[in-house]
C-alpha cells in the first residue's frame, strides 16, 4: 500500500501574484511589553520573504494576525483570508519562534514549520512557501529543510476506511517554495534529493503503518524484494528451509513460533563506478509483530508493536533512496525479519541457541527477541565484509526511559557513534552516544553459554545498554560499527507535529543516507 505523494517544485514570481491556494509565510515571536491601551503583547515580525504580502496588507498584516491570536511561537499556524489583497486567497502563517540574531532561522525549524504548514493547509491542492532563505552558505541547508519539512508534513498513510470521511480533507497535492532564482543549479539539485529521501522516508512509513496481519514476514519481504528490485537493487531472500541450512539460529529461533515463517533479506547496491573502496553494511530489526513470546507483554498498547519492524523498514527504504542518489560507496543491507508469537513451537526462556557466527546464547527472556534476530544479521554483514556498519533497530524501552521519544541512543565504535550523531544533527534527527560499559557486559556471562541474552542481575537496569553490549559480541574487531536504538523515535504515537504525522515517522532514513553519503565524499 502506497499513500499518495506530494509533488515539489521551485518558483521565483512574486509571492503576492502566485496562482495558488494559500501562501505561507514565517512569523517570529512577540517582542516588548504588553500595550496597555490594545492588549496586545508587543510586535510581532514577519520573516523575510514575505514583503511583498506585508506590502499588499498595506503594513496592517502583523496586527491582524495578532487580533487573531497569533504568537509566532514555533509550529503554530494562523489562517487568514485576503480578500482579493493578494491572488492567493489564504494567508497562512507559520511561527518560527524568536527572530534569530544577524542569521536565518535554524534548519530544523524551517522544517518543522514547512511541515507544519502543509499539514495544516490539507484541503488546498496547490500551496506556495514563502519561508525565509539565506542567501549565504547556509542556503543549501536552508532550502533542503524547507523541502523536507514540506514533502513529510503532507504526508498521509492511505489507510484502510471503506466510506469517505467528510471532514477528512486531502493532503496538498502540490507544494511550490518561492526562491530568487528557480533556475539555479544547487537549488534545484536540493529540490530533487529532497524529492528522493522523502520519497523513502515515506515509504517507511508506509511499511510501519500497515496493519501487521497485511504485513508479515514472507509479505514484507516480498515488499521490500519487489521495490528494490524495481530500483535496480540486487535482491536475495532467504527463506525459513535456507536459513535453518545456513545456521541462523537466532532468526529460525523468534519466528519458529509464528505460522508466517521467518526471512533474511539481502540487498545490494554497487556503484557505477567502482565506488571509493569502502563498503558499508546497513542492518534493520524487521519484527512484523512482537507479542513478547512465552514472556508475553502486558496487552495495553501492544497493538503498536506492529511498529517493530521500523529499522528494516528505515534500512530498506535507505537503500531505494541510495539506488536513486548513486553515491560512489558500496553498500549492502540486511534485513532478518521475524513475527515474535507464542504458541507450542515458540522458543522459550532457558533454551540455548546456537548463532551464526557459533556462540552459543542463553534465552532468558523472549521478548528480547530482536538482539537474536540482529545478532544473526549483523555476523552475516562482517562474514560478507564491510568496514562500516550501521544496524538500527526498535530495540529497547530503555531507549524510551533514557532519552525519551525524539532522541535515539548510539552505541559502538566512538569515532563512528560521533559520526551518527553529527549526521543526526544535521537532518535534524538527533542522536545521544551511550556507553558500553564493562560491569554489563559481566552480568551477562551465562553458567551453561557464551553469553546470556539479557543481565539477569541488573534486570532493567541499563536496559538499553544491555542490547548494545550484546550486540557487540557479533561485530567483528575489524569492523567500526554503531547500534542505533530508535525504540522511541521511529514511532510517533500522539498527536501530529511539524512535519510528524501519527504513526511511523521514518527515522532514521534521512541520518542513514546522509551516512552513507558521508562515507562516500570521505571515506
Excluded at 254 to 280: C, F, H, I, M, W
Excluded at 310 to 316: E, I, S
Excluded at 496 to 519: F, H, I, M, N, S
Amino acid at each position: 500500500m502506497t499513500s499518495p505523494s506530494t509533488t515539489l517544485s521551485l518558483v521565483d514570481t512574486d509571492p503576492a501574484e502566485l496562482a495558488v491556494d494559500a501562501i505561507v509565510i514565517g512569523l517570529h515571536s512577540q517582542t516588548g511589553e504588553q500595550d496597555a491601551t490594545s492588549g496586545l503583547a508587543g510586535t510581532l515580525l514577519l520573516a523575510s520573504g514575505a514583503e511583498s504580502i506585508a506590502a499588499a496588507f498595506d503594513g496592517k498584516l502583523t496586527e491582524t494576525l495578532a487580533l487573531l491570536g497569533a504568537t509566532g511561537a514555533p509550529g503554530e499556524v494562523i489562517k487568514l483570508a485576503t480578500l482579493g489583497t493578494v491572488t492567493a486567497p489564504v494567508v497562512a502563517a507559520v511561527g518560527l519562534g524568536p527572530e534569530p540574531t544577524g542569521a536565518a532561522p535554524a534548519p530544523e525549524t524551517l522544517r518543522r514549520a514547512a511541515g507544519g504548514a502543509v499539514r495544516a493547509l490539507a484541503g488546498a491542492p496547490r500551496v506556495a512557501l514563502a519561508l525565509p532563505l539565506p542567501d549565504d552558505a547556509d542556503a543549501p541547508a536552508a532550502l533542503r529543510a524547507v523541502a523536507e519539512g514540506a514533502l513529510l508534513g503532507g504526508y498521509r498513510f492511505a489507510g484502510y476506511k471503506t466510506r469517505p470521511q467528510p471532514s477528512r480533507r486531502e493532503p496538498v497535492a502540490e507544494v511550490l517554495v518561492a526562491v530568487p532564482d528557480a533556475g539555479d543549479a544547487g537549488a534545484q539539485a536540493e529540490i530533487a534529493r529532497a524529492q528522493v529521501v522523502c520519497g523513502a522516508v515515506r515509504r517507511s512509513r508506509d511499511w510501519v503503518n500497515t496493519a501487521p496481519n497485511e504485513l508479515r514476514p514472507p509479505s514484507f519481504a516480498d515488499s521490500v524484494a519487489d521495490s528494490a528490485r524495481e530500483a535496480g537493487l540486487t535482491v536475495e531472500v532467504l527463506d525459513e528451509a535456507a536459513l535453518a541450512a545456513g545456521g541462523y539460529g537466532g532468526i529460525i529461533a523468534v519466528g519458529q513460533g509464528s505460522e508466517a515463517p521467518p526471512r533474511l533479506v539481502k540487498l545490494t547496491y554497487t556503484p557505477a563506478d567502482g565506488g571509493n573502496g569502502k563498503r558499508v553494511a546497513l542492518v534493520g530489526k524487521g519484527i512484523t509483530f512482537d507479542t513478547g513470546g512465552i514472556s508475553i507483554k502486558p496487552a495495553q498498547g501492544m497493538w503498536e508493536m506492529k511498529s517493530d519492524m521500523g529499522g528494516a523498514a528505515a534500512v530498506a527504504a535507505t537503500m531505494l533512496a541510495v539506488a536513486a542518489l548513486k553515491p560512489s560507496v558500496a553498500v549492502t543491507a540486511y534485513l532478518p525479519m521475524a513475527e515474535n508469537m507464542p504458541s507450542g513451537r515458540s522458543y522459550r526462556p532457558g533454551d540455548v541457541i546456537s548463532m551464526y557466527n557459533g556462540k552459543k546464547v542463553e534465552v532468558l527472556n523472549t521478548d528480547a527477541e530482536g538482539r537474536m534476530i540482529l545478532a544473526d544479521a549483523m555476523a552475516r554483514a562482517c562474514e560478507d565484509g564491510c568496514d562500516y556498519l550501521f544496524e538500527t533497530s526498535t530495540l529497547t524501552g530503555g531507549q524510551v526511559v533514557a532519552l525519551g521519544k525524539r532522541i535515539a541512543g548510539v552505541m559502538g565504535s566512538p569515532e563512528l557513534c560521533e559520526r551518527v550523531r553529527t549526521a543526526g544533527d544535521a537532518v535534524g534527527e538527533p542522536a545521544w552516544p551511550m556507553p558500553l560499559p564493562d560491569d554489563v557486559r559481566k552480568g551477562m556471562d551465562s553458567d551453561v553459554a557464551d553469553i546470556s541474552q539479557v543481565n539477569a542481575g541488573m534486570d532493567r537496569a541499563g536496559h538499553m545498554l544491555q542490547g548494545g553490549v550484546f550486540l557487540r559480541e557479533f561485530v567483528s574487531a575489524d569492523v567500526d560499527w554503531a547500534h542505533i536504538d530508535i525504540a522511541g523515535p521511529s514511532y510517533h504515537s500522539g498527536e501530529a507535529t511539524g512535519y510528524w504525522t501519527k504513526g511511523g515517522t521514518g527515522v532514521p532514513v534521512r541520518t542513514l543516507v546522509q551516512l552513507v553519503e558521508d562515507v562516500a565524499a570521505n571515506g
